[in-house]
């Protein structure tokens, strides 16, 4: 089957936009190669994108403009809504990079986990950036994977309403996650789609140093990915939100991401710069995830 086939197999890509470059047009450019329908989803970006917005139209996209900005859960919840009748469901984000046969790859992962008999939650790529995917277990010739980024994932329209939207209260953060956890309680594995790639921008990196030079192990720079301050406070607050969501049902998971998200943090305590800001962040945003906030950051802390 060929990509211009695949365009008959209703897979719909939603795209979601918050202040986009010019990238985002040859994103589209190749979704609309290979998908039925190619949503672009602007949350309401504090930039004017008419220009950019247009000409993704002008592709052949259906463009949604948020009026307020919601959060990527709510940005993919309007594109879905927006995309009508499909078979398969295509998220990324702005800054991802895909072949013209990427959605036919990973559908085609999807079917042939179906024939095996495997119900599939979503389809995630081999590599993300030049990344592997971690891979859970191999059975009959199918990958399956763990938890996957939000960017580049296939999901069959039958687990979506068998699932539900994304968690619009979490905003940013987790979403992907809670996504993937819901999957996993249900009984919907991840499915790796072999030898797919990608590309997609990680964030901004940090170099942290000592005494003025840069810390290495081996040779080699340490880099971290840093994240904007106000970042963290959803970070803090949507981490508490997950225990209380799949704490109990998904215990292995809560104790090594507990750990996890603990390292990070200390190391944005020690070495990043702004670290007074940062500690206000997470104070803010364990607070609110103790009380059940959820939603976008309260006025006055972004």
């Not at 990324?92 to 999807?110: E, I």
């Not at 987790?174 to 921008?201: C, F, M, N, Q, W």
Request: aromatic letters at 6%; proline letters at 4%; charged letters at 25%.
């Amino acid at each position: 089957m060929t990509v211009s086939d695949r365009r008959d197999h209703g897979v719909a890509a939603v795209v979601s936009v918050f202040n986009a470059d010019e990238s985002l047009i040859s994103l589209c450019e190749s979704l609309v190669r290979q998908c039925s329908r190619v949503v672009v989803v602007d949350d309401a970006s504090t930039r004017d994108l008419s220009d950019l917005l247009d000409r993704c139209s002008a592709l052949g996209c259906v463009v949604v403009r948020q009026q307020v900005n919601s959060g990527i859960a709510a940005a993919l919840n309007a594109g879905v809504r927006a995309a009508g009748d499909f078979d398969w469901l295509l998220t990324l984000d702005q800054d991802s990079h895909v072949d013209d046969d990427y959605a036919t790859r990973l559908v085609d992962a999807a079917v042939a986990a179906a024939t095996a008999g495997i119900e599939v939650g979503m389809v995630a790529p081999e590599t993300i950036r030049g990344l592997p995917s971690r891979v859970v277990r191999r059975q009959d010739g199918i990958v399956f994977g763990g938890e996957p980024i939000q960017s580049g994932l296939v999901i069959p329209r039958s687990s979506l309403d068998r699932l539900g939207p994304f968690l619009e209260d979490l905003f940013i953060d987790s979403v992907d996650t809670e996504y993937y956890l819901r999957a996993k309680v249900a009984g919907l594995p991840v499915v790796i789609a072999p030898g797919v790639s990608l590309g997609h921008s990680l964030g901004d990196v940090f170099y942290p140093t000592l005494f003025g030079r840069r810390l290495r192990v081996g040779g080699t720079d340490i880099g971290l990915v840093r994240s904007a301050p106000f970042r963290y406070y959803y970070i803090a607050r949507n981490h508490i939100e997950m225990l209380r969501l799949y704490g109990r049902s998904e215990p292995g998971w809560a104790i090594r991401e507990t750990l996890l998200d603990a390292r990070h943090m200390l190391i944005v305590l020690l070495v990043m710069p702004r670290r007074r800001r940062h500690v206000k962040m997470l104070i803010a945003g364990w607070r609110d995830g103790f009380k059940g906030v959820g939603g976008r950051i309260p006025p006055g802390l972004d």
